[in-house]
């Protein structure tokens, strides 16, 4: 079964930093790009990132110098690294998988994880 | 970045019902529109890509249309699982960026 599972989501303050992960099963992990996405409370879709199969990286003009994407093929793993937080960083955060037959779209979501900043 | 325009924001239907939701991109962006519905509490899932096509598994009273600029999702028939919130979005050029999305409502 394809299935994205994230983890890594809680409350920070502003300025802190956070790691989210998304475990990857049910495909081989390599051959895909991967990106991340966020959603503010009650807001619309938000693209943050994506990650080629060989490390290819690209980020939206929000996050770049303070939020680092990688993956880890060996152990099918995804990452957000997020420095420098801010509020406006609160969201829920999901990974998603590159459409299988066509990159430019995300066929396979995890379920979310939820950033909080706040003091 | 590319602005992407959704209309209506929100709209009310009856099950049986033919639904149209526009989408339109700040400048030309080819066929590179993909369509989302998002149910509460859910992630996002792939409807249509590359303008037209139809996601496999996803209902065939889903179509999409347009290249260029202008772009649109039809679902022929609204059936009760499809009260949702759908969102097209831009993969021309990074950032991809999203409309900010259309709730279909009872």
């Known amino acids: 079964q394809v299935q994205l599972l994230e983890s890594g989501g809680g409350l920070v303050k502003p300025g802190g930093s956070l790691r989210l992960s998304c475990a990857a099963s049910?495909?081989?992990?390599?051959?895909?790009?991967m990106s991340w996405i966020r959603q503010a409370p009650g807001k619309g879709l938000e693209w943050v990132s994506y990650i080629s199969g060989g490390g290819y990286v690209i980020y939206a003009g929000s996050v770049r110098g303070r939020f680092t994407i990688s993956r880890d093929n060996a152990k099918n793993s995804l990452y957000l690294q997020m420095n420098s937080l801010r509020a406006g960083d609160t969201a829920v955060y999901y990974c998603?998988?590159?459409?299988?037959?066509?990159?430019?779209?995300?066929?396979?979501w995890g379920q979310g994880t939820m950033v909080t900043v706040s003091s | 970045d590319i602005q992407m325009t959704q209309s209506p924001s929100s709209l009310s239907a009856s099950v049986g019902d033919r639904v149209t939701i526009t989408c339109r991109a700040g400048?030309?962006?080819?066929?590179?529109l993909n369509w989302y519905q998002q149910k509460p509490g859910k992630a996002p899932k792939v409807l249509i890509y590359?303008?037209?096509s139809l996601q496999s598994g996803v209902p065939s009273r889903f179509s999409g249309s347009g290249s260029g600029t202008n772009f649109t999702l039809t679902i022929s028939s609204l059936q009760p699982e499809d009260f949702a919130t759908y969102y097209c979005?831009?993969?021309?050029?990074?950032?991809?960026?999203f409309g900010q999305g259309a709730k279909v409502e009872i």
């Open positions: 049910g495909f081989t992990f390599s051959d895909y790009y």
């Open positions: 998603a998988r590159h459409h299988s037959g066509y990159d430019r779209a995300f066929d396979i």
């Open positions: 590359a303008a037209s």
């Open positions: 979005q831009q993969t021309y050029t990074t950032p991809w960026t």
């Open positions: 400048q030309s962006i080819s066929n590179y």
